[in-house]
């Protein structure tokens, strides 16, 4: 891939999973209310959002057609987790996290070899680290001990890798 698809791509792809946070807190907020974590967990993604919108669009990038679906699908795991309980929605958190951390990291190793691109690897860093950060925030709040926390755990990843796998493309 050339350089100006691959930041395309990260651009497009990382837009797409902020809106997609956005709206897993949403979902969460409306069942579980203002509660402090997600509040500030949501308001990081909001900031997230922002920063990748503008770069969206200072490089004339599309969203991705699939937006329209993610935002109700991503509304829905958060509401629907939510529902099962404070765990519940933690363990969708945790396992969103982890998948995107890893992501974020692949994502700054293709940028390593490219100083240019140093301010985008710099960005990415940061919102890695407050996504580890949002990890940290669900396993204290007993996300792990959710109830069948590692079937949930399988489904909430299988979605997010699909999202980022298709949202990496179009």
């Known amino acids: 891939m050339d350089d100006s698809k691959k930041i395309k791509s990260i651009l497009r792809v990382n837009h797409a999973g902020e809106l997609g946070a956005r ?7 409306k069942i579980l209310g203002d509660d402090p974590d997600l509040v500030l967990m949501a308001n990081q993604e909001e900031e997230h959002l922002k ?19 993610w935002h109700v ?7 629907a987790t939510a529902l099962m309980g404070k765990q519940a ?24 070899n490219s100083p240019e691109h140093k301010p985008l690897m710099d960005i990415i860093d940061k919102f890695k680290k407050e996504e580890d950060h949002h990890r940290e925030i669900a396993e204290q709040g007993g996300g792990r001990n959710a109830p069948a926390y590692d079937i949930l755990e399988k489904v909430v990843k299988g979605i997010t ?7 990496t493309r179009v």
């Open 161 to 167: 890798r699909a999202a980022i796998k298709i949202s």
């Open 89 to 112: 929605a933690h363990a969708c958190t945790i396992a969103v996290e982890e998948v995107i951390v890893d992501h974020y990291q692949s994502q700054i190793d293709s940028l390593k």
């Open 51 to 69: 920063m990748f919108t503008q770069l969206m669009i200072e490089h004339k990038v599309k969203p991705t057609i699939f937006q329209p679906f």
């Open 73 to 79: 699908l991503s509304y829905g795991m958060g509401a």
């Open 23 to 29: 709206q897993i807190y949403k979902g969460m907020r």
